[in-house]
């Protein structure tokens, strides 16, 4: 096994999937994962991200643009890629009379180099249930069971699909813990959540899916940085936002008013609060409601989403924004 | 540590050991396929003392013997493969599976070959059932039963998963089965010998799927078919058999519809 440290494993260009009604659910997208890394695509419900894990799983063929997993076509090369990908389905797929231990051993029987099963569902914390049946296991514990027969033969590459969906606080962070010790063991993981703090948790990088297409990709750092940061509070009675400084001199470059309630974007966000402050000082009024906060994640996928939102004429905000 | 590269075999092995398994508890299913086959010949043997089948130069026993074949392919693998494929469909069971190292044909051969076995052991303990009871003496031509019993263990289940492709819920599957199920014990020799039809009928009943498999059962039995007579069986047979899988790979569905 070569462990180039550059070596692209997943690559994507212009990748497109229709639908049977004709609905286009990835509308041209491309990126690229480096062997060890964890990436997150990341979207809200009906985003494409789930469409787009089943191309690069190989379970269909794309309409459009192409797919490479080690270097192989994983729909037409499934012989090549197969043994080297473990994948965990968004749901289901074990039958549900079949105990955890016959399921993993079926799964064993089925997967080259396979690790004892035991092993497997020892590190998933699931030792003590093998002869639980499938449709007896909480939704968590099946999502581990999932997770667990993903594993069985120590894949290069791993696809989660939702990992942690239906999984309490502490089993969300074991997940966690697992994926990063699979990285650390040099294994590269590609996983969707529509869970912020898990991308921003685990993620090295990520792409934030919308309506098909990314809207933002990078390190979690460098996607925060490309989002403005944001100022919010209420005007007091008798006072209009054309009472304030002229916006632009304040650093803001985006607002949006909601009744009393102003919400402020800007790039810089010291000299925007105090110029606002000071004024606010001066004027002897009072900015109920304050909240200054510099960008997260959370702000980027929600900044995202008003972007598309504002796309489609939203009627209950008055959005403004104007050049930087 | 196993660090062996899976096979065809020890996958097939898995695949089938945990489908044996999961027949094992579905009782409605393994009723079905154990005891249905077993107790439909004793109909038949009740209607056809009732026939003049001396005419045909045929006995009650090779009637009754291909009938029993012909309901166990039916029940055992036809019916009972049906349920399956759209369970295991139904449960993104085929689709995790394709996520895997497991090819396609292995898949639908693993998932099949509990039921497949049960038809053939059913059919000979049958076949030596009906010889022994009803006083039939020894096949004139093994080969031809065997052609015959095979094609149609290949066929059904080959049909069974093209009905499950047409079939969306487990138990709109009891519904989409019937017609064959029906078209076949009607038209096909088992519970009425294609000679007690009109001439007509009868030849366009020979074209049926499981006429042929019927056909060879019974006259390779007898020894009763000419060459020309045989080769057409034996072409419709194959002919069915090829049919149906390509209709597998044609129209099988994979994962649940949308």
Known sequence: MKANEHEHVIEVTDLRRVYGGGFEAVRGIGFSVRRGEIFA??????????????????????????????????????AAVRPRTGVMLQEGGFPSELTVAETARMWAGCVSGARPPREVLALVGLARKTD???????????????????????????????????????????????????????????????????????????????????????????????????????????????????????????????????????????????????????????????????????????????EAAAGTASASADVKEYAA | ?????????????????????????????????????????????????????????????????????????????????????????????????RTGEVRDAEILAGASLPAVTIGLVQSLVLTAGCAVLLDVSAPEAPHLVALGLLSGLVMCAALAAVTASFTRTVESAQVTSLPLLLVSMLGSGIAVPLEMLPDRLASVCELLPLSPVILLVRDGWTGGLSAYETLGAVVTALAWTGLALFGVRRWFRWEPRR
């Open chain 2, 1 to 97: 540590m196993n660090q062996a590269v899976t096979t065809s075999r020890s996958r097939l092995t898995a695949l089938a050991r945990a489908e044996m398994t999961l027949l094992g508890r579905s009782k409605g299913t393994l009723v079905a396929a154990l005891f249905v086959p077993l107790m439909l010949p004793f109909t038949v043997l009740s209607v056809v003392g009732e026939m003049d089948l001396e005419d045909a130069g045929l006995t009650v026993g090779t009637v009754v013997l291909p009938a029993a074949v012909g309901f166990s392919l039916l029940f055992a693998v036809y019916s009972a493969l049906v349920g399956i494929f759209v369970t295991r469909r139904e449960e993104l069971v085929l689709k995790r599976l």
């Open chain 1, 132 to 306: 639980v049946r499938v449709k007896q296991l909480s939704g968590g514990e099946r999502r581990r069971l999932d997770l667990a027969l993903a594993l069985l033969g120590d894949p290069e590459v791993v696809f989660l699909d939702e990992p942690t969906t239906g999984l309490d606080a502490e089993g969300r962070r074991d997940t966690w813990e697992l994926v990063r010790a699979l990285r650390d063991g040099g294994t590269t993981v590609l996983l969707t959540t529509h869970y912020l703090e898990e991308a921003e948790a685990l993620a090295d990088r990520l792409a934030i899916l919308h309506e098909g297409r990314i809207a933002a990709t990078g390190t979690p750092a460098e996607v925060t940085a490309s989002q403005p940061s944001r100022i919010c509070f209420e005007l007091p009675e008798g006072h209009h936002l054309g009472d304030l400084p002229p916006l632009p001199e304040l650093g803001v470059c985006g607002h949006e008013v909601q009744g009393r309630y102003v919400r402020l974007r800007t790039r810089e966000l010291q000299r925007a609060a105090t110029r606002l402050l000071a004024w606010a000082e001066e004027a002897g009024v009072e900015l109920r409601r304050l909240d200054v906060r510099s960008a997260s994640l959370e702000e980027a996928f929600l900044g995202i989403a008003r």
């Open chain 1, 41 to 78: 695509l990341l979207g809200t419900n009906g985003a494409g991200k789930t469409s787009t894990v089943e191309l690069l799983e190989g379970l269909a063929a794309p309409a459009g643009g192409q797919v490479r997993v080690l270097g192989h076509d994983p729909y037409t090369e499934r």
